[in-house]
């Protein structure tokens, strides 16, 4: 009889021997997705680069005068 796994979530773990070979198509929106994804982060680290400044949060009464006008 064969073990059967899981994880500690209660998922049952597929074996190597289980797994369906990849079609061309599966494979190819994992790559065109994970493209995606990572161009969006690309795109999200440049944008606050070029867009912060560096002077803003330098002293602690600028910060504290900030979350004043947030909670008040």
Avoid: C
């Amino acid at each position: 009889m064969e073990r059967t796994g899981f994880e500690p979530f209660g998922e049952q773990l597929v074996s190597a021997t289980d797994s369906q070979p990849q079609s061309r198509a599966s494979k190819l929106l994992l790559r065109a997705g994970t493209g995606v994804f990572w161009t969006l982060v690309a795109g999200i680290v440049l944008a606050r680069a070029a867009f912060f400044e560096p002077g803003v949060y330098d002293s602690f009464s600028h910060v504290a005068s900030l979350a004043k006008n947030l909670l008040f």
